[in-house]
């Protein structure tokens, strides 16, 4: 009969298992790199939201040598500004077009050229005149008065950025960040 071998393993030590090793450094590696990558993507995303950031600003234009008052509406920022909504409102009143502005201010109607500017899109760079009058009764008034009525006139406007970014600025030109641009009366001049 023959006898039986027997094949005797000796078991090492489970610090002694250098596959254990191997496998552990690929899972260390891989952990890093995905780290890496989700840190890398959300830097992406922060460049191209930076890249296309709008920023609006109010500007009031009053010259009384040409007879001219103008105010505008600048997109100063890196991309387009899609203004969902706009008020304007003389103490705390909100008024329906510049007509009633200017009626509500100064007690009489002007020739005046106007646009609206709800549900619109200006792009980098660009400026949209939303009122300008060359009416010679309204320069009448002179600088101080006109100066004095104009500060109770305020200009609300809400825009987003393409990536559905919403801020709220008035004429004092320093944006809000909102959550999303709630309905506005909008300007319908």
Not at 74 to 87: D, F, H, M, V
Not at 130 to 147: E, H, K, V
Request: with cysteine; charged share 25%; glycine share 6%.
């Amino acid at each position: 009969m023959m006898k039986e071998e027997k094949i005797i393993t000796k078991r090492r030590k489970w610090y002694f298992n250098y596959e254990l090793y191997v496998g552990g450094s690929a899972l260390i590696v891989s952990v890093v790199a995905l780290a890496l990558g989700i840190y890398e993507a959300n830097l992406e995303r922060a460049h191209q939201r930076a890249s296309v950031w709008p920023r609006l600003e109010l500007n009031r234009s009053y010259d009384d040598i040409s007879s001219k008052l103008t105010y505008t509406l600048a997109n100063n920022g890196l991309g387009p500004a899609i203004i969902k909504s706009s008020t304007l409102s003389v103490n705390g009143k909100v008024l329906d077009n510049w007509d009633e502005v200017l009626f509500t201010l100064y007690g009489k109607r002007y020739q005046r050229s106007t646009r609206r500017i709800g549900n619109s899109v200006l792009p980098p760079t660009a400026i949209l005149t939303m009122l300008q009058t060359n009416d010679a009764d309204l320069f009448a008034l002179g600088y101080r008065q006109f100066s004095e009525k104009d500060g109770q006139l305020n200009i609300a406007i809400c825009y987003c950025s393409v990536f559905d970014e919403c801020w709220l600025t008035d004429r004092n030109n320093n944006p809000t960040k909102v959550e999303a641009c709630n309905a506005m009366q909008s300007d319908r001049d």
